[in-house]
């Protein structure tokens, strides 16, 4: 079973946070006391199994003290054994990884690192408001490995405005050169409520277009398999046996229990959320939202988008079935088009996306999508 902590400390404004703790260490100590209420709350919905993963995620939990750390530590242990070769991440900003952070960290028992650095390109550091610089980034990632932490993914974005192929090239080279097994590569996307989405609606940002997105992609793709990484989702690359265990769950439709503001869970067959803003949430008990028991389409459609986006592609047995049950045709045709059109390979009773139709999955998902 795994464990998602959403933890939505950060320094100044951003699109998905609207506490600021740099100097208000009492709302922080809320936020976790919070936390942990809920993790109290939740003891039984992963029925007592052994956690596999812990993943500190959302805003900025690098703003975590030893102390906070302890606590949430302490409430887990209380509720759920623990793996002892359980797979604990921790997101977190390059600046905030210095000696001592990652010595004490590493005390904890976290032994993965997910670190934002985007790019090693100044000019793109400023562009999308980031605090830290090239030089932050690569000091980061050699403090981790000198407290032995050697689980180390970091996530880069490409399809940036005026970024050239040789700039990318760059920041792809400087990725693989610094030892890290794991690197998440995302397209530049523009939120309505960020910065650059109030740019673009004043006509002020201009995205790249598609086929300059898919040419970076490609780009990104050939350059990090070309140096051992494994593009095991359309967006994340690894070295042998570096995988995210945590993200792995989700592709594979495991049982997780997510814990925080606008955190979801899932048990296989219902899904909930709890509340976003994170007062109403510090002042709720059980911070639950909304839940929704999943229909068969659901849990099918939720399949097929997450899978066709992974290296094991969609078991075409468990498809058919599926299709039949609900008395829908299955969708051999467009399967066979995919194949021809060099979209997609059959191997072993699974369809596999491959070359173009990895920059189509979304769309080529919601074709077949039951509705």
Same mark, same amino acid.
């Given at each position: 079973?795994?464990?998602?902590?959403?933890?939505?400390?950060?320094?100044?404004?951003?699109?998905?946070?609207?506490?600021?703790?740099?100097?208000?260490?009492?709302?922080?100590?809320?936020?976790?006391?919070?936390?942990?209420?809920?993790?109290?709350?939740?003891?039984?919905?992963?029925?007592?199994?052994?956690?596999?993963?812990?993943?500190?995620?959302?805003?900025?939990?690098?703003?975590?003290?030893?102390?906070?750390?302890?606590?949430?530590?302490?409430?887990?242990?209380?509720?759920?054994?623990?793996?002892?070769?359980?797979?604990?991440?921790?997101?977190?900003?390059?600046?905030?990884?210095?000696?001592?952070?990652?010595?004490?960290?590493?005390?904890?028992?976290?032994?993965? *690192?997910?670190? =934002? &650095?985007?790019?090693?390109? /100044?000019?793109? !550091?400023?562009?999308?408001?980031? $605090?830290?610089?090239?030089?932050?980034?690569?000091?980061?990632?050699?403090?981790?490995?000198?407290?032995?932490?050697?689980?180390?993914?970091?996530? *880069?974005?490409? =399809? &940036?405005?005026?970024?050239? /192929?040789?700039? !990318?090239?760059?920041?792809?080279? $400087?990725?693989?050169?610094?030892?890290?097994?794991?690197?998440?590569?995302?397209?530049?996307?523009?939120?309505?409520?960020?910065?650059?989405?109030?740019?673009?609606?004043?006509?002020?940002?201009?995205?790249?277009?598609?086929?300059?997105?898919?040419?970076?992609?490609?780009?990104?793709?050939?350059?990090?398999?070309?140096?051992?990484?494994?593009?095991?989702?359309?967006?994340?690359?690894?070295?042998?046996?570096?995988?995210?265990?945590?993200?792995?769950?989700?592709?594979?439709?495991?049982?997780?229990?997510?814990?925080?503001?606008?955190?979801?869970?899932?048990?296989?067959?219902?899904?909930?959320?709890?509340?976003?803003?994170?007062?109403?949430?510090?002042?709720?008990?059980?911070?639950?939202?909304?839940?929704?028991?999943?229909?068969?389409?659901?849990?099918?459609?939720?399949?097929?988008?997450?899978?066709?986006?992974?290296?094991?592609?969609?078991?075409?047995?468990?498809?058919?079935?599926?299709?039949?049950?609900?008395?829908?045709?299955?969708?051999?045709?467009?399967?066979?088009?995919?194949?021809?059109?060099?979209?997609?390979?059959?191997?072993?009773?699974?369809?596999?996306?491959?070359?173009?139709?990895?920059?189509?999955?979304?769309?080529?998902?919601?074709?077949?999508?039951?509705?």
């Amino acid at each position: 079973m795994h464990l998602y902590l959403h933890i939505p400390f950060c320094r100044q404004a951003c699109h998905y946070c609207d506490f600021h703790f740099s100097t208000n260490t009492s709302r922080k100590e809320e936020m976790v006391n919070a936390l942990c209420r809920e993790i109290v709350a939740q003891k039984d919905y992963l029925q007592g199994a052994e956690l596999q993963t812990i993943y500190f995620g959302g805003g900025t939990p690098s703003l975590l003290s030893s102390t906070d750390l302890d606590t949430i530590f302490n409430t887990i242990r209380s509720f759920h054994p623990i793996a002892n070769d359980a797979e604990i991440t921790l997101e977190a900003n390059p600046e905030d990884l210095t000696p001592a952070y990652c010595e004490m960290i590493a005390s904890k028992g976290i032994n993965r *690192l997910s670190i =934002g &650095i985007q790019s090693f390109q /100044e000019k793109n !550091l400023v562009l999308m408001n980031r $605090n830290h610089q090239a030089s932050d980034s690569i000091q980061a990632i050699q403090n981790a490995q000198k407290v032995g932490i050697n689980n180390i993914s970091i996530d *880069l974005i490409y =399809g &940036i405005p005026a970024n050239s /192929e040789v700039e !990318l090239a760059e920041d792809l080279k $400087n990725a693989t050169s610094l030892g890290v097994q794991h690197i998440s590569a995302y397209s530049l996307t523009v939120e309505p409520k960020t910065v650059f989405g109030v740019q673009k609606k004043k006509g002020a940002f201009q995205e790249i277009p598609d086929s300059a997105m898919a040419n970076a992609f490609t780009q990104v793709r050939d350059y990090l398999e070309s140096k051992g990484y494994e593009g095991y989702e359309t967006s994340n690359f690894a070295k042998e046996g570096h995988y995210s265990v945590h993200n792995t769950s989700y592709w594979q439709q495991e049982p997780y229990l997510g814990i925080g503001p606008s955190a979801h869970s899932f048990n296989g067959h219902t899904r909930q959320w709890n509340v976003a803003n994170n007062a109403k949430y510090i002042a709720s008990g059980l911070a639950l939202a909304e839940k929704e028991e999943l229909s068969p389409a659901d849990q099918l459609n939720e399949y097929l988008m997450v899978r066709l986006r992974t290296k094991w592609g969609i078991d075409l047995n468990y498809v058919r079935e599926s299709f039949e049950k609900m008395g829908h045709p299955y969708p051999e045709k467009e399967f066979q088009i995919w194949v021809s059109q060099g979209f997609a390979r059959i191997e072993n009773d699974s369809l596999i996306l491959e070359g173009e139709g990895k920059l189509i999955a979304d769309r080529l998902s919601s074709d077949i999508f039951v509705v």
